[in-house]
Structure formats: structure tokens, C-alpha cells
T-cell receptor, first 118, second 116 residues
Framework: DTEVTQTPKHLVMGMTNKKSLKCEQHMGHRAMYWYKQKAKKPPELMFVYSYEKLSINESVPSRFSPECPNSSLLNLHLHALQPEDSALYLC?????????????????FGDGTRLSIL | QKEVEQDPGPLSVPEGAIVSLNCTYSNSAFQYFMWYRQYSRKGPELLMYTYSSGNKEDGRFTAQVDKSSKYISLFIRDSQPSDSATYLCAMSASAYSGGSNYKLTFGKGTLLTVNP
């Protein structure tokens, strides 16, 4: 079992639905990340939160909206997604960089939410 | 030339074999090197984390970094069927370097099968 927990494990939604992905870690990490992974490809960075503030947005479409309610939780709100958004969405965490920059500490991943858009 | 090159395999070996997995890279700013193991339908699991050059050993796994050749390796001794997975190398530069070096740059992953 990983120390980064993601729910739900699977999600099927229509293009007009609104849903949220959730991520929780209890390792005391202050940097949290969202990645998207397509089949047989490496993960692609989407967002980085450092000390609960959004520090990096990799030009992700606005239909993806991240939120960090506290240092242990990370959400990804989804709205009006497209079929090409179907993928495995991974959350990761690491020790933070208190200067607000991305951390070089090793990232620990959850098992992801497998998202299918109909 | 891609920033990180990794042979996607597939690589098939008999149980007990020594496995060698490799990545080459072009960005001389990379200083942090990682190996992740990803089982089917699971997230990447951190196996090894190395800063700068040198070797690191953890049980049956040994990571080597040769910055002069821009080449990193992961060796698995006495391979087991449970080692069957995709192995991803990943690397990044200092958080204080410029451009997009802050990101983890992954190789494409090597699919390994260890046959009983």
C-alpha cells in the first residue's frame, strides 16, 4: 500500500459532468503534485502546490481546477472534460521547498484514479 | 534528441538473472536521479534516489550515475517474477536552475518480465 491515497480508483463520467479527484498524504510533505499518465507513456506534470499555494501550472486547460484545502489534501476538480482527457491521474507528494520553488526531494506517488470520459 | 532516452524493451529474463536497465540524458544540469517501478494499474513506486554521481545499493538493487557520460543504470540481482514491471528513470536539475529544469523528466520506461 502506498502512503499517498487517491480516491476514487476508477471514474467514468460524461463530458457534461462535474466530478472531483481526491488525494491525501500523511507523511508531513508540503509539496503535492498532479500528473496525467496515458497508456505506455511516462507521467506528465500538471500542477504543483508548495506549502498549500499553487506554484506551477503546466498550461493545463481550465476544465481542470486544482485545490489544496490543507497540507494533507489535494483535489482536482473536473468539468466539461473531453474524451482525450481519459487517462490515469496520479497524485504525488514530497518534502517541500520553503522558498516556494519546486522541491528536489523524491516524489512519492499514489496509485492513481483511472478516468474514462464517455 | 530527447532529453532522456530509455530503451522501452520489452526485456525478458529468466528468474535469477542480473538485469541491467539504462538511461542516457543530454541535459548537463540534471543532478537528481531516480528509478521508479510501476506495476500494471498502479502508480510509480520510488526505488532509488541519487544525488550527483556515484553508486547506491539497496538490497538487490544498485543504482549507478555517471555524470561525465550522462548515463545512469539500475541493476537488479537475483531477479524474481515479482520484479516484472515497467521501470522508469527520472531526473531533475536544481530547483534554482532556470527554464523547465525543475521538472522531473522521465524516460519512456522499460517493460521487464522475469520468467519463473
Amino acid at each position: 500500500d502506498t502512503e499517498v491515497t487517491q480516491t476514487p480508483k476508477h471514474l467514468v463520467m460524461g463530458m457534461t459532468n462535474k466530478k472531483s479527484l481526491k488525494c491525501e498524504q500523511h507523511m508531513g510533505h508540503r509539496a503535492m503534485y498532479w500528473y496525467k499518465q496515458k497508456a505506455k507513456k511516462p507521467p506528465e506534470l500538471m500542477f504543483v502546490y508548495s506549502y498549500e499555494k499553487l506554484s506551477i501550472n503546466e498550461s493545463v486547460p481550465s476544465r481542470f481546477s486544482p485545490e489544496c484545502p490543507n497540507s494533507s489534501l489535494l483535489n482536482l476538480h473536473l468539468h466539461a472534460l473531453q474524451p482525450e482527457d481519459s487517462a490515469l491521474y496520479l497524485c504525488a507528494s514530497s518534502q517541500g521547498n520553503n522558498r516556494g520553488r519546486i522541491s528536489n526531494q523524491p516524489q512519492h506517488f499514489g496509485d492513481g484514479t483511472r478516468l474514462s470520459i464517455l | 534528441q530527447k532529453e532522456v532516452e530509455q530503451d522501452p524493451g520489452p526485456l525478458s529474463v529468466p528468474e535469477g538473472a542480473i538485469v541491467s536497465l539504462n538511461c542516457t540524458y543530454s541535459n548537463s544540469a540534471f543532478q537528481y536521479f531516480m528509478w521508479y517501478r510501476q506495476y500494471s494499474r498502479k502508480g510509480p513506486e520510488l526505488l532509488m534516489y541519487t544525488y550527483s554521481s556515484g553508486n547506491k545499493e539497496d538490497g538487490r538493487f544498485t543504482a549507478q550515475v555517471d555524470k561525465s557520460s550522462k548515463y545512469i543504470s539500475l541493476f537488479i540481482r537475483d531477479s524474481q517474477p515479482s520484479d516484472s514491471a515497467t521501470y522508469l528513470c527520472a531526473m531533475s536539475a536544481s530547483a534554482y536552475s532556470g527554464g523547465s529544469n525543475y521538472k522531473l523528466t522521465f524516460g519512456k520506461g522499460t517493460l521487464l518480465t522475469v520468467n519463473p
